[in-house]
């Protein structure tokens, strides 16, 4: 059962010892019912994009999940809006026409399958 799963998990301290190792997992996922068709990916999807480093291997994978949008959507926001947003709440950036057109292109980056029109910028 997965409940004596995450027992034997825990009790062996397997996640402890993988954190003491010289290159360390960032997270982990269970892997339960994925022989299953209906089986939500979410979760190992989510999980995998988040232990890439680096932007451009977590936009190679976001970009051939099409059926996820709402991991296309999560990672728009952390990666690209909310510098934005901060900068903005802070006093440190000034909004205009131009740093929205920037802000709308780094998020279209997150959606690769889509195309995007009547963006210009006068820079």
Not at 8 to 31: D, M, Q, S
Not at 68 to 78: G, H
């Amino acid at each position: 059962t997965p409940e004596r799963v995450e027992e034997i998990f825990a009790g062996a301290n397997i996640w402890g010892r993988l954190c003491e190792t010289r290159h360390p997992p960032k997270n982990y996922v269970r892997l339960a019912k994925m022989d299953i068709d209906e089986t939500d990916c979410g979760p190992l999807l989510e999980c995998t994009t988040g232990a890439l480093g680096d932007e451009a291997l977590q936009m190679l994978l976001i970009s051939t999940q099409r059926t996820n949008l709402e991991l296309c959507i999560t990672y728009a926001v952390k990666k690209a809006a909310l510098g934005y947003i901060k900068r903005a709440c802070q006093g440190s950036m000034q909004v205009s026409k131009d740093q929205c057109i920037l802000m709308q292109k780094e998020i279209a980056k997150w959606f690769p399958h889509t195309g995007v029109y009547g963006m210009t910028s006068s820079q």
